[in-house]
């Protein structure tokens, strides 16, 4: 037993990046990007009202498309907190809907069965404490803010007494997701990370931290897990020569942050097919949502949890407790192994047989996970050009996103 049997057993997971910048609509990172007028993007604290704010509602979603855990965004590179803090007046419980929204989406994934994780920003770009070529003033003008060493020290406190908050306040915390470290800030240790980390683990024994306390370096201490994102990797991920826990964020549409005029959702097939890419190489989803200012999950995202939900129902078991497999998959496939069983998901719909390698004498049977049908394997016909170890399969009314389930011989 190891305290990341519950995440590597788990691989599916919702992220939500949600505050302030579901106001203006375009993005988490429009404070750095667009141009604001002096306190423009902080008024937006007077405004800040979701009355729709229904996270039961979210947490069922979530848990029916097979999620096990959730990460919300406590507070973003804004620096905006959407939990009550007590060291800055820059918070949630300052806006007309006044209630401590993190808390109530604890409460409510809780209740549901969810694991509990935070999502919380090293940079802050409304801090004097904190400067990068990452921040409004460079990417806008190129001008690094001059930070003392007494205001940085001011703003380490800040995030140490943020994190010690989040980790004493809200009951147990599974997993905690720093962002980010910068290739600027590679060198060093910018964010002070053994204090950090003592605050976490001295309150949270079994919370597992993320690896972006550190820009990606071999020579950094160890995380408990990695986080490649917006992309499946092609093979389980290694730091200095060993198997790592990793685990991919990847959004909906192409922004994190709420957008109103992204619709460029990916089809169901690729978030399932993601998935099971991930799962196939021994790591996790994280697939975002970026709620809008009222509250609600946009509602093609709501769609895709639903049709989630509808493939989970009976493909599941592909994806809980299962990991990547010793075979390799036939053309157009993805396998995932549990045990004795393999998971064929199906990339596109087949041209007919499937030709599976090196499967040959292993196979007890096979059977379609959506329909409970079947498949014969044939070995009387159209084994010409076979190799000896393949076996060809005829799977009847099968489509993409399908997955068949193939027991091995004991
Ligand atoms: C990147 C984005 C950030 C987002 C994060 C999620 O770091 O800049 O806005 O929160 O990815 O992994």
Not at 187 to 212: A, C, F, H, K
Not at 403 to 410: A, G, N, Q, S, Y
């Amino acid at each position: 037993m190891s305290k990341a049997d519950w995440f590597t057993n788990a691989r599916f997971g919702l992220f939500i990046h949600w505050g302030l910048y579901a106001i203006p609509a375009c993005g988490e990172w429009t404070y750095a990007r667009n141009k604001w007028a002096p306190g423009e993007y902080e008024n937006l604290i007077n405004k800040f009202n979701p009355v729709e704010y229904d996270p039961a509602y979210w947490a069922k979603l979530a848990k029916a498309a097979g999620m096990k855990y959730v990460v919300f965004t406590t507070r973003h590179h804004d620096g905006f907190c959407m939990f009550d803090s007590k060291y800055t007046d820059y918070k949630i419980t300052n806006t007309p809907y006044g209630k401590d929204v993190t808390g109530m989406l604890v409460e409510a994934f809780r209740a549901e069965g969810l694991r509990i994780g935070f999502y919380h920003s090293l940079p802050d770009w409304t801090h004097h404490g904190w400067s990068d070529q990452e921040s409004p003033e460079y990417i806008q003008n190129k001008v690094m803010k001059d930070v003392s060493e007494e205001a940085h020290r001011g703003y380490l406190d800040l995030l140490n007494n943020h994190v010690e908050q989040l980790m004493t306040e809200y009951g147990k915390i599974d997993l905690l997701f720093l962002d980010y470290t910068s290739q600027y800030k590679a060198d060093g240790d910018y964010y002070d990370r053994e204090r950090l980390l003592n605050t976490i683990y001295s309150n949270q024994p079994d919370i597992l931290v993320d690896d972006r306390l550190s820009y990606f370096k071999e020579d950094v201490r160890d995380f408990d897990y990695y986080t490649p994102e917006i992309c499946v990797p092609n093979q389980p991920q290694q730091v200095k020569g060993k198997e790592v826990i990793w685990e991919t964020c990847c959004t909906m549409n192409d922004h994190w942050g709420y957008c109103n005029t992204d619709f460029n959702y990916k089809p169901l097939n690729t978030l399932t097919g993601g998935l099971m890419g991930c799962v196939a190489k021994n790591g996790n989803l994280l697939l975002n949502i970026g709620p809008d200012a009222k509250g609600n999950f946009p509602e093609m995202s709501i769609r895709r949890l639903e049709e989630l939900a509808e493939w989970s129902l009976l493909n599941g078991e592909s994806v809980c407790g299962a990991g990547k497999s010793e075979y390799q998959p036939p053309f157009a496939g993805c396998y995932t192994q549990k045990g004795n069983n393999l998971y064929l998901y199906l990339l596109l719909q087949p041209m007919g047989d499937i030709i599976l390698p090196e499967l040959k004498d292993k196979i007890e049977y096979i059977c379609i996970l959506r329909t409970g049908q079947t498949v014969d394997l044939i070995n009387d016909w159209g084994f010409e050009l076979l190799k000896p170890e393949e076996q060809r399969i005829r799977p009847l009314n099968v489509k993409a996103g399908d997955v068949l389930k193939i027991v091995l011989k004991k």
